[in-house]
């Protein structure tokens, strides 16, 4: 199992930035990818933002130019920079890990963290 704890949400006006981190803990060494989603008020969980061990990385299109995601060699945290933040990134982010044991595939998930743009 992971443990995984966000930290770095808050409040930022439109066009600022925040910085999410994610650290994991427990059986990391079975992590094959790192992933961020959000979820709205009244909308459902969306992905944002993954990286693999190999470090690709996807990202979903309304977050494209403008977030990062990156993680440390050790795999044991995951980090979201966040730029130009809009109105409509108002969302908890979740930190999510895909791992492996023999063939059965994993998820874990954290708390998430609260991210609220607003002037």
């Known amino acids: 199992q992971v443990q995984l704890v966000e930290s770095g949400g808050g409040l930022v006006q439109p066009g600022g930035s925040l910085r999410l981190s994610c650290a994991a803990s427990g059986d990391i060494f079975s992590i094959y990818a790192m992933n961020w989603y959000r979820q709205a008020p009244a909308k459902q969980r969306e992905f944002v933002a993954r990286?693999?061990?190999?470090?690709?990385?996807n990202y979903a299109d309304s977050v494209l130019g403008r977030f990062t995601i990156s993680r440390t060699n050790a795999k044991n945290t995951v980090y979201l920079q966040m730029n130009s933040l809009k109105a409509e990134d108002t969302a908890v982010y979740y930190c999510?890990?895909?791992?492996?044991?023999?063939?059965?595939?994993?998820?874990?998930w954290g708390q998430g963290t609260q991210v609220t743009v607003s002037s």
């Open positions: 999510n890990v895909r791992r492996t044991v023999g063939d059965l595939d994993y998820a874990d």
């Open positions: 990286i693999t061990n190999g470090g690709t990385t």
